[in-house]
Nanobody, 124 residues
Framework: QVQLVESGGGLVQAGSSLTLSCTAS????????MSWFRQAPGKEREFVAA????????YYADSVKGRFTISRDNDKNTLFLQMNSLKPEDTAVYYC?????????????????WGQGTQVTVSS
């Protein structure tokens, strides 16, 4: 099994930046594709970004493309999400997740392992 713990959330103003991190323990981190999802109150969970295991391909939701960057440090078992030009509609609980396919996670909103989430609030 894999344990995932997110951190880095907080309250920021629109237009500012924030970096989220997710530290993994348990199974080998590098064998998993990793992703970020988010969920706002009253809304369904949505895909944000993912990075693959083998090809290094990244995937982004249209709503964050050009503003967010996903990256990973396999030596430190850590996943990052750099968020720039934040908007109020980015307000949500952000979850990191591990799975077998970045593309599949982006399309199915599913994963094998989930973190507990970290709150991001963007004021207008």
């Amino acid at each position: 099994q894999v344990q995932l713990v997110e951190s880095g959330g907080g309250l920021v103003q629109a237009g500012s930046s924030l970096t989220l991190s997710c530290t993994a323990s348990g199974r080998t981190f590098s064998r998993y594709a990793m992703s970020w999802f988010r969920q706002a109150p009253g809304k369904e969970r949505e895909f944000v970004a993912a990075t693959s295991r083998y090809s290094g391909t990244t995937y982004y939701a249209d709503s964050v493309k050009g503003r967010f960057t996903i990256s990973r440090d396999n030596d430190k078992n850590t996943l990052f999400l750099q968020m720039n030009s934040l908007k109020p509609e980015d307000t949500a609980v952000y979850y990191c997740a591990a799975g077998g396919s970045a593309q599949a996670m982006s399309m199915t909103i599913s994963a094998d392992y989930w973190g507990q989430g970290t709150q991001v609030t963007v004021s207008s």
